[in-house]
């Protein structure tokens, strides 16, 4: 297993010297692809502002300022305090700030959001709490519609169902 539990690096085989040390392109592998995934783990606590494209995921704490073309993700043991504006957001841990969604906000059952809410679309599963108040817009015809996510849970919610 390689560090930070990824796929361990391949390594090419090494050709024999006879050639003049030259190594042709079709032995080095392909890089994979670069991901445009952050996740602020959870004992970390990050200040100030947070933008740019991509998915971000707060399992701890980010106090500032959230301005993403994508998505953002609170599990459940997730903080945000300060106004988060993204494609989608989804909310299983806690929220303080207003929220601006262009797709969907997602509240689930173990999240709370203390602001107000402007989205286009927005689900509330049973036992999310909203302390604020919600502002529907319509729709605009360049804001694509993204793919509904599973559920977010914790290691304590899946052994309690188990």
Known sequence: MAFFGGQPKSTPAMESQTDGGQREGADIPELPEPRSNTVVAKDILLTGKLSGEGVVQIEGTVEGEVNLKGYVIVPPTGKGK?????????????????????????????GTINGDVTTVSFVIENGGRLNGRTTMVPEQASTPHVENLEPLRSEEQDEADS
């Open 82 to 110: 300060g106004p988060v504006e993204a494609d989608v957001i989804r909310v299983a841990g806690q929220v303080e700030g207003n929220l601006i969604s262009h797709d969907h906000v997602q509240l689930e059952r173990t």
